[in-house]
């Protein structure tokens, strides 16, 4: 309580004092605080909104696509999202290179279900968060709930569904054979 008292006190004495707050605020950022240099690795994780965007995320090629359906209001959701940018990351493409052992061996997606309710509904995907994972030739291969505390269920699914890295998803710089000139 007297904390309180003090800190109304001094906000009073600021206020009325005609003393500017803005001389106590430092004009440029602290010396450790300098933006880095090096762009942050992203994953690319698709948004769904709507039955197009998932046929056409789904049909894209034989690699496991993978669809997080989620609710933006959901706490176990925003829990999970963190280990699926994550897995994301890890397995999926990234936008500007990097990225993990098993880069590129999986596709990522989010649908929201309040905005796809319908397309949720007929999937059968009504708990959140829930994974739908397919694959082209396969069809659906899983799914199922998956809070943050079964995302090894997501892993296992992912190591039995993806294919070994090979030549198609590598890019073309490194899967041409090397040429030894004479």
Same mark, same amino acid.
């Given at each position: 309580m007297s904390?309180?008292i003090?800190q109304l006190i ?9 003393i500017s ?5 430092p004009?440029t950022?602290p &010396?450790?605080?300098?933006?880095s240099?090096?762009?942050a690795?992203k994953?690319?994780i698709?948004?769904i909104t709507s039955?197009?965007?998932l046929?056409a995320f789904v049909v894209?090629?034989?690699r496991p696509?993978v ?5 933006h209001?959901c706490?176990t959701?925003?829990?999970f ?6 897995l994301a990351?890890?397995w999926?493409?990234q936008?500007?290179?990097?990225g993990?052992i098993?880069?590129?061996r999986a596709?990522?997606?989010q ?5 796809? !309710?319908e397309i ?6 009504t708990?959140? &968060?829930?994974i739908?994972?397919?694959k082209?030739s396969e069809?659906e ?7 943050p505390?079964?995302m090894?269920?997501?892993?296992d ?5 993806a ?7 590598l &890019?073309?710089?490194?899967?041409? !054979? &090397?040429?030894? !000139?004479p």
């Amino acid at each position: 309580m007297s904390l309180l008292i003090i800190q109304l006190i001094l906000v009073l004495i600021v206020l009325y004092s005609g003393i500017s707050v803005q001389s106590y605020i430092p004009s440029t950022p602290p &010396p450790n605080r300098q933006p880095s240099s090096s762009p942050a690795i992203k994953s690319t994780i698709i948004d769904i909104t709507s039955p197009d965007d998932l046929q056409a995320f789904v049909v894209k090629d034989d690699r496991p696509a993978v669809i997080k359906v989620y609710s933006h209001w959901c706490r176990t959701c925003r829990q999970f999202d963190m280990r699926y940018k994550n897995l994301a990351l890890n397995w999926g493409e990234q936008n500007n290179g990097g990225g993990g052992i098993y880069s590129n061996r999986a596709r990522f997606a989010q649908m929201e279900y309040s905005a796809n !309710e319908e397309i949720c509904k007929l999937l059968k995907a009504t708990k959140v &968060p829930y994974i739908l994972i397919y694959k082209r030739s396969e069809g659906e291969v899983a799914r199922f709930a998956c809070p943050p505390s079964k995302m090894q269920l997501l892993i296992d699914a992912l190591h039995e569904h993806a294919s070994p890295l090979n030549d198609d998803l590598l &890019p073309m710089s490194l899967s041409e !054979e &090397p040429t030894i !000139e004479p």
